[in-house]
């Protein structure tokens, strides 16, 4: 009998041949730990969806459409939604607001005070107001309402950095402009002195982002960082060949930013230093998606995870910083696999939710405590590469499990398993054991011949399998 070999469930390369011994799936689960040389590492299911108790239960039908932008303010959650339609030149983006207790309202009885334009919903937090831009005249948002400002030029994006707001014109000349500094002056702008233009490049300005000391303006194929001057107001700093493909991709991760890149890569930088995430094994992934210019992304700290997401219009790909691994999510609707189904997010610090905008205008919670997406089953897959070596015949794989409290009897996992790249062998379906069993342990003795190179794949609905731990083949090895 040889040494017993690690089943690695806890890697996802999905441009890689799994020939290569590269795991090419890793559907709906999240790696657990930093990187261990040659050892694997458990893995459980991402986060699900849950109904937010804040959220009324029922809305109107005029009110149920994607929910596309959303900030916190005064513990009030601030949110727009958009139908789509036109009214002249404008999408009716509406906004409405859910209290701390409770409450519900609606915020845009009339279309002068929805957001204007037809671009990306981009919204801006300050002290007493929200700013939100989509390409046109940018609005204020308070307790008491929706205003338009005239301030400033049409925008398409709005930060707010040393007491200023900073939006970028929607134009293709490159220029931000800047407001008075405090905050009874963030709606004045002098559009004949007060602005600077990204001058790296002559491409068009996309995006803007503030940290804490610095602006950063994201051009269609550079970025230039500004710092704050008190003579010159922002003066420019490095300008890496690095644009990016959209506002909606771009959000900020400590003091640095993540954004899809005008080469549709994954990048993750301060300005000064990046680093391609896509490029561990997802740069074809990336580079293929159907529609760029709609995907959004957003960072989330949840439970251990530093989540990294960008959501398109097929799936949500998701980089774990911590155990520098990707998973990629799907909802399971109707016995199919569709696209993961919010379309926005807030980290709510007051009550300790992260809130996920829906498709039909509600409001829901991404947390590790649901083992579900809402009235769907969290169903999940994982693959292993294929385990190349000497000729060897597996006599026994064991895969060990670790649930929840609230577990069903009925709960089962499907073990698959491959010696070529043609079809997997019919799925070997183990129940999970009775209610209250955490620690089950599936032992499987596959038939078959010996062979050199083996895939195994695992998968289950999720409800109750909380983590998968470390998985081993025994094996003999076969000298002929």
Not at 113 to 128: F, K, M, W
Not at 199 to 228: I, K, M
Not at 237 to 255: I, N, Q
Not at 361 to 374: V, Y
Request: charged share 25%; with cysteine; net charge negative.
């Amino acid at each position: 009998m040889a040494e017993p070999t690690a089943i690695r469930l806890d890697v996802s390369q999905s441009d890689e041949s799994p020939l290569s011994g590269a795991s090419p799936m890793m559907l709906n689960l999240l790696v657990e730990g930093p990187p261990r040389e040659g050892q694997p590492r458990a893995v459980r299911t991402r986060p699900g969806l849950r109904a937010w108790s804040l959220f009324p239960a029922t809305l109107a039908a005029e009110h149920a459409h994607p929910v596309v932008a959303m900030t916190i303010l005064g513990g009030d959650v601030y949110y727009v939604t958009d139908s789509g339609a036109k009214t002249g030149l404008d999408r009716r983006r509406r906004v409405y607001s859910v209290s701390s207790t409770g409450g519900w309202r609606s915020l845009s009885a009339a279309a002068t005070e929805d957001i204007s334009g037809t671009g990306p919903v981009r919204l801006a937090t300050a002290r007493h107001n929200i700013f939100a831009v989509g390409g046109a005249d940018m609005s204020r948002i308070n307790a008491g309402g929706v205003a338009r400002v005239s301030g400033p030029p049409p925008a398409s994006d709005v930060a707010l950095l040393a007491q200023r707001l900073v939006v970028v014109e929607n134009a293709p000349e490159g220029r931000f402009y800047w407001s008075l500094p405090g905050d009874g002056n963030l709606e004045t702008f002098d559009t004949v002195l007060d602005f600077r233009e990204a001058e790296a490049r002559p491409d068009r300005a996309v995006a803007c982002g503030a940290t804490a000391r610095e602006l950063f303006l994201f051009g269609s194929e550079t970025l230039q960082v500004f710092s704050p001057d008190a003579t010159e107001t922002f003066t420019p700093g490095p300008s890496p060949e690095l644009g990016a493909r959209s506002p909606t991709t771009v959000f900020r991760v400590d003091s640095a930013f993540a954004w899809l890149d005008s080469h549709e890569r994954a990048v993750v930088g301060d300005g000064r230093n990046f680093d391609i995430v896509s490029d561990r094994g997802m740069a074809d992934t990336f580079k293929g998606l159907a529609s760029p210019e709609t995907v959004w992304g957003f960072r989330s700290l949840i439970g251990r995870f530093d989540l990294l997401t960008w959501v398109a219009d097929e799936s949500a790909y998701t980089y774990e910083a911590n155990s520098q691994t990707w998973s990629e999510w799907r909802s399971w609707r109707d016995g199919r696999w569709q696209a993961w189904a919010p379309t926005s997010y807030v980290y709510h610090p007051d009550i300790k939710a992260h809130l996920v905008g829906m498709p039909d205008g509600t409001i829901a919670e991404l947390t590790l405590e649901s083992t579900r997406d809402l009235d769907d089953p969290l169903k999940w897959v994982a693959r292993t590469g294929f385990d190349m070596g000497a000729r060897r015949h597996v006599t026994e794989a064991r895969f060990a499990f670790e649930r929840g409290q609230a577990a069903s009897a009925d709960s089962v996992i499907d073990i698959r398993w491959r010696d070529d790249v043609g079809d997997f062998n019919p799925p070997a379906r183990f129940p999970l054991g009775v209610p209250g069993t955490r620690d089950p342990e599936v032992s499987i003795s596959p038939a078959g011949a010996p062979h050199r190179r083996r895939q195994w794949e695992v998968s289950g609905d999720g409800d109750d399998v909380y983590r998968i731990l470390p998985a081993t083949a025994y094996v003999e090895e076969a000298n002929f």
